[in-house]
């Protein structure tokens, strides 16, 4: 079955620093894999897709993430943290139900910057 | 010029009221999907609609029940609602069948609580 696993539940960064949030997926097939943030109090924002043309993606706001099959990550970086990327973060592998798609989330990474 | 627009984005009622989300997408998409998360951030799927017709039921209680009038509405009732229906409802839409490599976007959610 289709899984994601965030190894951590909050990070902290200090501004300008570098920023990792892990996460490992599961899945049968090749899969599709999301990134989505969520500012305190607001939707849910697409930050990247990865869908096989190209294992490192490049998102909004200076993030990337690298699909490695081998070790099935998906790993989310930016080289400098800025105070206004404190957010929860998630990782989202897709399910297909009988021909339909379903987001399977990861339990969400609360990156926190401080100054 | 929202792109997924919910209603309300607050709403606090007692136990075993009767209400009503509403969720408008103006984007031309097919598919539309109810999402729910919990105390802990958690995101899980509830329902899916394709083109008004419900294609995911994800083990909901049947007090939930989703109405989907035209392709860009779809609204969520519930009725008897618990103490643990308090949660943050999300409202999303892909478009197409919402295939493999197809991101959702989402409404800014609604806050539920019942007391």
């Known amino acids: 079955a289709q899984s994601v696993t965030q190894l951590d539940s909050h990070v902290s960064v200090s501004e300008g620093t570098p920023v990792l949030l892990r996460c490992n997926y599961s899945s049968s097939y090749s899969p599709s894999l999301f990134w989505y943030v969520q500012h305190p109090n607001k939707g849910l924002q697409l930050l990247l897709k990865?869908?096989?043309?190209?294992?490192l993606v490049k998102g909004i706001n200076g993030f990337e993430a690298e699909f490695k099959k081998s070790e099935t990550s998906f790993h989310l970086t930016k080289p400098s943290a800025h105070m206004s990327d404190a957010a929860e973060y998630f990782c989202v592998v897709t399910l297909m139900n009988t021909g339909f798609q379903k987001l399977v989330f990861g339990t969400g990474t609360r990156l926190l910057v401080s100054p | 010029d929202t792109a997924v627009s919910q209603t309300p984005k607050y709403l606090v009622t007692q136990m075993g009221n009767d209400k009503s989300i509403k969720c408008e997408q103006n984007l031309g998409h097919d598919t539309m999907y109810w999402y729910k998360q919990d105390s802990k951030k958690f995101l899980k799927i509830m329902f899916s609609y394709n083109n008004k017709e419900l294609i995911i039921n994800e083990t909901v209680p049947n007090r939930f029940s989703p109405k989907s009038p035209d392709k860009a509405h779809l609204n969520l009732h519930i009725n008897s609602l618990e103490l643990g229906d308090s949660a943050v409802y999300f409202c999303?839409?892909?478009?197409?069948?919402?295939?493999?490599?197809?991101?959702?976007?989402f409404g800014q959610g609604t806050r539920l609580t019942v007391v």
């Open positions: 999303a839409s892909s478009r197409g069948q919402g295939g493999l490599n197809t991101e959702a976007f």
């Open positions: 990865y869908t096989s043309a190209a294992t």
